[in-house]
Every structure is written in C-alpha cells, then in structure tokens.
C-alpha cells in the first residue's frame, strides 16, 4: 500500500511539472524555468524584489542564466562579485610554468632576470588568465612576449591560438598605448576611479606636464609648475607682468596673489577682510576699509594692536611685558605698553636688552617741538604739573653725594655742623638740581658754596662747570642761615621763619627752641612791635628805650619874649593882710580906681589910702630865655612807617 502512495505522489509531482515547465527550488513561486531561492525568502506570489532575488539562481526562457538576478540580460548575468581562485607558483631558476585549467595565478620566489612564464593552451577560446608577479628582485614576468611588470597584475585571453594581454597587445609584440606610443585622444575620456588611487612616477625634470608649461610636473626634484617648465620650488606660478597668478574663490570671495611694476600684492579683491591665522587662531587683520589689527580682528583705526597689560620689563630682559616691541638690535629696543597695576595707564621704554644700564629715550633728535597736553610753542611745551621724582639721600659726617642724572634729593640724617655736598658735573649745561635739606639739627647743606637752609629747597642749574643757586646768589654767597632776620608781609611763622612776638620759647620746635638759645633767646622770643632795629652795642634781642618823649627845658630853642601892654581905667585891687594879730586868712580888700584920687573905706582893721590919679597908658617888657640860654638839642620823634612783621631764622 505504502509503495503505492509513493507512486501515485510521484507521478503527481511530474505530471505538474510537465504541466507548468517550470521547476522551482525552495520556492513555490519559479520565476523561470528553474529557479533556485537560496534563503528561501522569495514572496509565495508575484515578483521578488531586487534583494530578495539577491540569493536566486534563474534560467530564463530564452536559455540565459542569472545568478543573484531573476532578469539575465546575458548568458551568464552575475550580480555580485566572480571569486577565481588564485595558484601560488614559485618560480625556479627565472621560469614557471603555469597549470592546465587555472585563471589567475601569483608568482613568487626570488628572480635574478625576467621570469619566462610558460602556460598551457586554454581548451576553447576565450578563456581569461591573470598573472601576478609577485617575485623578489624587481624584473619582470613574460608570458607569450607580453611582460607583466614586478608588483603589478596583467590579464591574458587566449584567441587564436595565443594568450594576449587585454591592453591591447599580442603575443610576442608589446601593445601600443600611452605607456609605450604617443597618441590622440579621438574623444572625452573619464576615468572613475571610485575608491581606487591614480598615481604617476617618474624622475624627469618635466615628467608630466599640459600644453609645455601650463602644468608641469617636475619629479625630479618634486616641484610643479604653473606657467613654466622649470619651477624652483614646491610650487612655482610663472605669470607675465602686471598679471594675477593664484584666486583662491568660493564664487563671491577672491583672494588673489598680484606682480606688478615691481610690486608684489597678495589679497582680496572683493570687499572682504584679509585675516591671517597662526596655531588655528586669526592673530592680524585688514579690514576691507584699510584698518589693521594685531590681536584683533575688529581694528576701529589704521593701527590696533591688542595685547596684555603688563609692567615694563625689567633693564637687562631680553623678552619683554610690553604690547609692542620696535627692536634694534642685540642690546636696545623701544617697547609700548600698557600698566596692569593702578593707576594702570601706558608707557613707552628705551630698553636695555643685556644690561641694567638705562638707555636714553630722544624725541626729535633732528629737531621740532614736543608737546605735552598741548600744542608746543617751545622744544619742550607742557600744559600741566611736571613731576621729578625725589631721591631721599642720608647724610653721613655731615657729607652726602648726589648721584649722576637724579634732578631732586631730599638730605635726611643728623647733621651736627653744616653738609657738604658732592654732586657729579652734569652731561650739558642747563641740567637743573634741586635739593630739599630735611636734615636734623639745624645746619646749612652747601653745594659749590651755595648753601641750602636747613628746612629749605634750593634750586641749582649747571652752567659754566659749576651748579649755580637760581635765586641769584653766586658760588660762594649764602643764603639764609641761623639768626637772619626779614621783614615780611607773611602773618605767621613759615619754613624755618618765626615771628618776633615775644612769645615763650617752649612753643618751637626742637630745632628752633635749640637755635633760639643759641642766639640767647632761652625763654622768649624778642617782641618787635612797635619797634625799630638798631645796632646800639646793647644785647642782641633786647627791647630798649620807647617812642615817647618828655621835653626837658634844654631842648627848648633859646629865645626872648618881647611886646607892649595898653589899658584904659584899670582897677587895682590889692589884698592886704592884716598884721596886726588877725588870722592869716582874714583878708579884707580896698577898691581904688585909676585916675580918681580918693579915699579908701576902712574895713576892720584896714586903714584908708590915698591913690595918685592915673590916665590911661602902655608898658614895654622883656622876659628871660625860655631853655635857659644853652644850644638847642635835637627831639627823638617817630617818623611816617610801613607795617610789616619781623621774622628771625630759627630752622625747621
């Protein structure tokens, strides 16, 4: 029974393959004749898609059989990659032979000469042979006179009775193409290269080149060429005069190289910037407007260098803090720089590279004004404070020196007698010292015999070999020292100067309570109001006499008094005293009348007299002299003044 089955199912099966001429394996759905569905993933219906059909092996119709397609437009249509596998020979004694049947081959081994390669007639026509070679020591392999270069692969096809290289070659006869042969182009030619390279070698001067020198390529020193057959460097664009020679575009920017009249320019010719870039960072700019910028690329002048804020290099720094650096030579250069400190602010250094001695900074050394916050009318014209910088200098044995090229010293220290002062000749007249004497103890500092008062600023100009004083002294001549005394409009005590107002000593300073006993002022300072200076012998300080006087009679003139007298009817009248035992206050009085003769009334004990009559009449008289008869003296009076206050040098 069960062979029965097997039968009846196997004659099914043919009978339905009969019927439908079509044999499908793996697959219910045969697209051809036979159809072989590798991953069994073709549709139970309808068409597979091109990647269904990628394992699919398919006999058409028409006889053509297609191995990954189920359309074979050829005999044999193949989509994907043919694998012939490759025979490894060794050549022996610089031949090999190949073997019957085999497509490609590498041939491997050392060669002392071009390898002789013998191969086998193909059974039928047109079978194809690719030859390796592979061999040590750089020769060739030959096969049927067509030689396969060392390291690279040629392909053969047997035709008419040979094997001949698809370059175009035969057998025996080297083929004719570019690599042998010159030639032209009959139309455009494209090469794809998709992921494989192109390279040329060679090891002439002009191994390559279009149209002469358009392009050329100089491989013997690795160099090209544009516009010239002989470039001297990597890259060498040869143009005519007044030309352009290299655009570097994306269509709207052009950055251009130029040569010229003798001028070179490289840049754009389209208003864009021109920036250039150092470690991948656009360090200088220009601007399409003309501005150049150092550190930025946004200048909003001709000139903008950004840097850092710094302090001025140290003399002796070869490097240097600064923005800008105008560098001389091995030793000097002009540095500009900004401060990174407050008050912060710019500064421009001569700086010495090598060394720590300062370098001269000159402003227009060949001539011209220089101006400071102002527009010069002089050589030097500053608009505002100039400041010189002190040096504070201790006195030592009442000696100091003044060290080259400083134009303000203050003298500290004790002093215990006057300073003597040294200071270096200037390097041009007209240099100008001034010096503040801050010493202790009250002394004079002297600098070619001009003394500076102790608390005082002296100002001294170099001229004729000497430092000369400007307040007008000479070499030789002090100024004010200890003791000296002026009259000043000034109301109250200043630099060293005190004000003779008989106040108490105690309220000076040290110094001044010191030189005021010196002058023999121990508790008061002398009281000049009101009063004049004279050299009368008398103690120095002291207040003597006044400005009134009492006239004695010897400082009246000597002179007489003389005139007349003149009366009408004078009335006389006499009191008598009474003698006779009455109080000396018991007067009583008796009338006579002039030119009447008459009696007088008795009045107590008064006794009538008799008057001689007498008519009107003059007198003449004569006194003595009024000082007493010597030589008039002269009278001390105080003259016609003008106010101001004394003052007497004590020091600070």
């Known amino acids: ?291 150049v910028g150092v550190g930025t690329v946004t200048p909003t002048n001709k000139l903008v260098i950004a840097g850092s804020n710094a302090q001025p290099s140290a003399l002796g720094t070869a490097t240097t803090n600064a923005t800008l650096r105008v560098d001389g030579n091995s030793n000097h250069a002009l540095d500009f720089g900004t401060y990174a400190n407050s008050p912060y602010g710019s500064y421009i250094s001569s700086q010495n590279k090598t060394a720590t001695t300062g370098l001269p900074l000159v402003l227009n050394p060949a001539g011209g004004n220089v101006g400071v916050n102002t527009t010069p009318g002089t050589a030097m014209d500053v608009n505002g404070a100039i400041t010189n910088r002190e040096t504070v200098l201790t006195v030592s044995g009442n000696n100091v020196t003044v060290p080259p090229n400083v134009s303000q010293v203050q003298l500290t220290g004790a002093a215990t007698a006057n300073v003597a002062i040294s200071a270096p000749a200037a390097p041009n007249a007209g240099q100008r010292l001034i010096v503040y004497n801050n010493t202790t103890g009250g002394f004079g500092a002297t600098l070619d015999g001009v003394t500076v008062p102790n608390g005082k600023a002296l100002e001294y100009v170099f001229s004729n070999s000497y430092w000369r004083s400007t307040d007008g002294s000479t070499v030789g001549v002090s100024s004010a020292n200890i003791g000296d005394i002026k009259a000043s409009f000034s109301v109250s005590d200043h630099n060293g100067w005190v004000k003779l107002d008989g106040r108490p000593t105690g309220g000076l300073t040290t110094t001044q309570r010191a030189a005021a006993n010196s002058l023999g002022f121990a508790s008061y300072i002398p009281n000049a109001s009101n009063s004049y200076l004279v050299q009368d012998g008398t103690r120095l300080g002291s207040i003597n006499s006044n400005n009134s006087r009492i006239i004695a009679r010897n400082q009246l003139p000597d002179f007489q008094l003389s005139g007349t007298t003149s009366s009408a009817e004078p009335t006389i009248k006499y009191d008598i005293i009474n003698n006779n035992g009455r109080p000396a206050t018991d007067t009583y009085s008796y009338t006579f009348l002039a030119g009447k003769i008459g009696t007088g009334t008795r009045n107590l004990d008064h006794v009538n007299t008799n008057v001689l009559y007498q008519n009107p009449h003059s007198h003449s008289f004569n006194t003595n002299s009024v000082n007493g008869g010597v030589a008039q003296q002269s009278i001390n009076i105080q003259p016609q003044s003008l106010s101001v206050n004394m003052f007497v040098y004590l020091g600070k």
């Open 1 to 291: 029974m069960m062979k029965k089955n097997l039968l009846l199912t196997s004659m099914f099966v043919i009978f339905s393959l009969l019927a439908k001429s079509q044999v499908g394996i793996n697959t219910a759905n045969p697209q051809g004749i036979l159809s072989v569905d590798g991953l069994k993933n073709n549709p139970p219906t309808g068409v597979p898609t091109a990647a269904q059909a990628k394992d699919d092996l398919m006999m058409s119709p028409n006889g053509n059989l297609g191995i990954g397609t189920i359309t074979p437009g050829t005999t044999l249509d193949v989509n994907g990659a043919i694998t012939n596998r490759e025979t490894t020979l060794d050549v022996t004694g610089n031949s090999v032979t190949i073997p019957a049947n085999v497509s490609q081959v590498q041939l491997t081994g050392s060669a002392t000469a071009d390898v002789a390669v013998v191969a086998p007639a193909a059974p039928n026509a047109g079978q194809r042979l690719i030859v390796y070679n592979n061999t040590t020591g750089g020769f060739g392999a030959i096969l049927n006179g067509v030689t396969v270069p060392n390291g690279k692969a040629l392909e053969y096809i047997y035709s008419n009775s040979g094997w001949r290289s698809i370059d175009g070659g035969s057998g025996g006869v080297s083929s004719v193409n570019i690599y042998n042969a010159d030639g032209t182009i009959t139309g455009h030619r494209k090469v794809i290269q998709g992921a494989n390279t192109l390279t040329f070698t060679g090891t002439k001067t002009n191994a390559f080149s279009v149209d002469g020198s358009t392009f050329s390529v100089d491989a013997a020193n690795d160099r090209v060429g544009l516009g010239t057959t002989t470039p001297d460097t990597k890259l060498t664009i040869s143009t005519p005069d007044n030309s352009f020679g290299l655009n570097h575009t994306n269509g709207t920017v052009n950055l251009k190289t130029y040569i010229g009249g003798g001028v070179v320019s490289v840049g754009t010719t389209t208003a864009n910037d021109l920036r250039f870039t150092t470690n991948n960072t656009q360090k200088v700019s220009i601007t399409s407007d003309g501005n």
